[in-house]
């Protein structure tokens, strides 16, 4: 079974900052794509972020400037930098690993983010 299981969410006052980590057990593969989705009450689940095996990463206009995507391929962890929160990052974050030999995308729990004003 392979599981991913995400840490570091919390309160935070706007202007503030947080560190999210992802850790993957229960492989002896590794993952291709790693990324971070979140989802807000009442509105679809979106991307974040997306980082590739060799390092490549992209954003969502929303975040771009002040989220950092990063991974640890020999620890096969992903994080995720978020500076200058604002109350509208509030949502539940996701971690997401895609194995490509499989055609498989394999998510974490997911844990709360909230901003305040």
């Known amino acids: 079974q392979v599981q991913l299981v995400e840490s570091g969410g919390g309160l935070v006052q706007a202007g503030g900052s947080l560190r999210l980590s992802c850790a993957a057990s229960?492989?002896?593969?590794?993952?291709?794509?790693m990324g971070w989705y979140r989802q807000a009450p009442g509105k679809p689940r979106e991307l974040v972020a997306v980082?590739?095996?060799?390092?490549?990463?992209n954003y969502a206009d929303s975040v771009k400037g002040r989220f950092t995507i990063s991974r640890d391929n020999a620890k096969k962890m992903v994080f995720l930098q978020m500076n200058s929160l604002k109350p509208e990052d509030t949502a539940v974050y996701y971690c997401t690993g895609r194995v490509d030999f499989l055609s498989r995308d394999y998510w974490g729990q997911g844990t709360q983010v909230t901003v305040s004003s």
């Open positions: 980082i590739s095996s060799g390092g490549s990463a």
């Open positions: 229960g492989s002896i593969f590794s993952f291709n794509g």
